[in-house]
């Protein structure tokens, strides 16, 4: 460019884009319109449109406006196969645009082909299920065609796919519509199933259809509408059982409450405020505070009033100590509330006041429940606090409470005390019937307390039932493990005496001696015989006294030897003949020593003793020759101590004992040299008749 000077006219951007602006606003003049006279133009007009509409897909066959644009321009013309072809040939393109979809379907359904809208509609639910829309046009089209089964089944098909709450309640409304209630509430128990069902499947992440409060809320309001009152509370219950402690709401309380204040149960209202405000944390309470509060202020007394009102205090002072914990004031406040609060009187006092001063009967049953519900009783329970309740209930003439109580008593916790107890009440009331089934049980729980049998066995022997008596002895007996078994067998040997059973008492007695052979089961065996009118007693007894000895004999407690030997010596006393008596008249005390280290020595020692007391047998001037030629004759088995006196001289006899009776003319020498050695070994205190030293 020569000249760079400016130009005269300037042109600016401003003003190139305001003309641009200008040329677009100018109006274009339309298209002619063109006028068809007869087929043929008509034919050339359809070609030209079919072949700029085939051009537009060419270029783009995903284009889906285009397939629309071209079907519905077939449409208009009435071509019916010709757009049917069109949707076919898009969807093979696009089988998941719901938009295509739909206007296929729709245009069926304009054209009245009611089969073919239906197989659209199967198809399009089949392969896109999760598509509401297709569900509700489904559903919709046969409900307005009328045909109330296939609609019902399409929405069966649809509930099948767990799809949302919206769904559900269309199913609803529509059984609604047609007054069925009861398939209203079918589908309303199936869509709660269906929640219990994938909570239990995987309850840690909660994946369940509609676990929300108000479709609980819904299907109660449901029932209550429709004047099921025990089903809409029963749906509450269930609810709350439902969400549990984790995952309570608030909401879910107050509709329950404000369900049972429409009813007039002002009872259950307070204990559902109450039992909600135990378990949901009260950051999250206020709109239960506020309901709660309203309630007791329309239907409470002033107790109930208080108790709000001290539940919000202690909420408030449970925040302030939480946002400054060195808030002392707060702390003394706050424990001054709880002590005021936790001081009772005791439960016996408390319940004789308000059942003899006050008069009060259903106050005293709510403060026996009180403390029942206080006493944890999965760990530990207290008998007194049952009994006493469970003698209330019977004081207010209420046997069957009284039951109740006792029979919960036991299942929860049972104790010796509750269910002895409870069979005393029962044999008070002469319930013999329950007092069996009361012992068995007992029996159950404890089969190895003895006197729960004896004393089973002994209401049978009351009532006259001896073989019901016998069997429950038989089963005792019977038992692995008893706590006092000794006391079991005596107590049904004791029964078969005093049925005058001997034959049963002695295979009672051979039986226990099988298991023990205790000295005081052959004494008492001995006894027994001995008690028995019958010619045959005394040699009975002897030979029980003889069977014992024998059987004895290895055993190592020699005071219970001992022990059997005294007794049968006192029989003899007392029944003996005189051919079976040796008794002298005379007993001599003496002091015997015992070294350990002389045990090796005992066969010359006992020698020597024996000489050494022949030696003083010849000096006793009192006994005469006939008498010893006839005690040494005597045989072994008539007189028991002698052979007692033989054990004690074959363990006692010692060096000491030989040296004194060396030195000794009487007894007090040899008390005097006990004296003197003392020290020396171990003093044993003896007893002898003289008879039996002369028998030695």
């Not at 909660?206 to 449901?222: M, Q, S």
């Not at 019901?468 to 038992?479: D, H, K, T, V």
């Amino acid at each position: 460019v020569k000249n760079k000077a400016p130009a005269e006219v300037q042109i600016t951007a401003e003003q190139l884009l305001r003309e641009a602006k200008e040329r677009e606003l100018e109006l274009l003049p339309p298209p002619p319109k063109q006028k068809i006279t007869d087929e043929e133009e008509l034919n050339d007009y359809k070609l030209k449109k079919r072949k700029g509409f085939e051009d537009n897909i060419r270029k783009n066959r995903t284009v889906i406006s285009n397939w629309i644009k071209y079907a519905q321009w077939e449409e208009s013309l009435k071509e019916i196969q010709r757009a049917r072809s069109i949707y076919e040939r898009a969807l093979d393109v696009d089988h998941r645009n719901i938009t295509l979809w739909l206007k296929y379907a729709e245009m069926e359904m304009k054209s009245r082909q009611v089969n073919h809208a239906r197989n659209i509609w199967d198809r399009a639910i089949t392969i896109l299920p999760r598509v509401n829309q297709f569900w509700y046009k489904y559903t919709y089209m046969e409900e307005m065609l009328g045909n109330v089964t296939g609609c019902r089944q399409v929405f069966e098909r649809w509930m099948e796919w767990e799809p949302d709450e919206q769904a559900w309640h269309s199913y609803i409304n529509f059984e609604l519509r047609y007054k069925e209630v009861d398939k209203a509430r079918t589908i309303y128990e199936k869509y709660i199933l269906m929640m219990f069902v994938r909570n239990l499947l995987d309850s840690t992440a909660l994946v369940i259809v509609h676990p929300e409060v108000k479709n609980w809320i819904k299907y109660a309001r449901f029932e209550e509408k429709h004047g099921y009152i025990a089903h809409s509370r029963k749906v509450y219950e269930r609810a709350v059982e439902f969400f549990g402690e984790e995952h309570v709401d608030e909401n879910l309380f107050v509709a329950f409450a404000k369900f049972e204040e429409t009813q007039k149960e002002f009872e259950r209202v307070r204990v559902i405020y109450k039992y909600a405000l135990d378990r949901i944390p009260k950051q999250q309470a206020q709109e239960l505070f506020k309901n709660y509060t309203m309630f007791e202020k329309k239907f409470g007394d002033r107790r109930g009033i208080e108790d709000v009102i001290v539940s919000k205090r202690r909420f408030q002072y449970e925040e302030e100590v939480k946002a400054n914990p060195h808030n002392y004031d707060a702390w003394f406040d706050y424990l001054r509330e709880e002590t005021l609060e936790t001081i009772h009187l005791p439960v016996d006092q408390l319940t004789l006041y308000e059942e003899l001063e006050v008069k009060d009967s259903e106050r005293t049953r709510q403060v026996y429940q009180a403390c029942l519900e206080l006493i944890p009783h999965k760990k530990f329970t207290f008998a007194k606090i049952w009994l006493l309740s469970a003698q209330f209930e019977i004081r207010q003439k209420n046997l069957q409470g009284a039951r109740k109580i006792m029979g919960t008593a036991i299942g929860k916790c049972p104790k010796n005390k509750l269910l002895k107890g409870y069979i005393e009440l029962e044999l008070q009331l002469r319930e013999f019937d329950r007092c069996r089934k009361l012992y068995e049980k007992y029996l159950e729980f404890m089969p190895e307390n003895c006197t729960t049998w004896i004393k089973f066995a002994e209401l049978e022997t009351i009532l006259g039932d001896v073989d019901r008596a016998r069997a429950i002895f038989e089963l005792a007996i019977g038992q692995p493990r008893l706590d006092m078994p000794e006391v079991m067998w005596k107590s049904y040997i004791d029964f078969e005496i005093e049925q005058e059973e001997y034959d049963n008492t002695r295979s009672l007695y051979k039986r226990l001696l099988q298991r023990t052979q205790h000295v005081k089961v052959w004494i008492s065996y001995a006894k027994f015989e001995l008690s028995i009118d019958s010619p045959d007693r005394l040699q009975k007894c002897r030979q029980i006294y003889e069977d014992a000895n024998k059987s004895m004999r290895s055993c190592e407690e020699k005071e219970e030897r001992l022990l059997l030997l005294e007794s049968w010596r006192d029989f003899e006393k007392e029944f003996g003949a005189d051919s079976t008596r040796r008794e002298s008249g005379s007993w001599e005390e003496y002091y015997d020593y015992i070294f350990p280290e002389d045990a090796a020595n005992q066969p010359n020692l006992k020698l020597l003793a024996m000489a050494k007391m022949w030696k003083r047998q010849q000096g006793e001037g009192n006994v005469t020759e006939k008498d010893t030629a006839e005690e040494t004759t005597l045989p072994s088995s008539d007189e028991p101590a002698a052979e007692n006196q033989q054990e004690s001289d074959k363990n006692t006899v010692t060096e000491g004992e030989q040296n004194r009776y060396d030195d000794r003319d009487d007894s007090s020498s040899s008390s005097s040299e006990s004296d003197s050695d003392d020290n020396a070994g171990e003093k044993t205190k003896k007893e002898s008749g003289s008879s039996e030293e002369e028998k030695d």
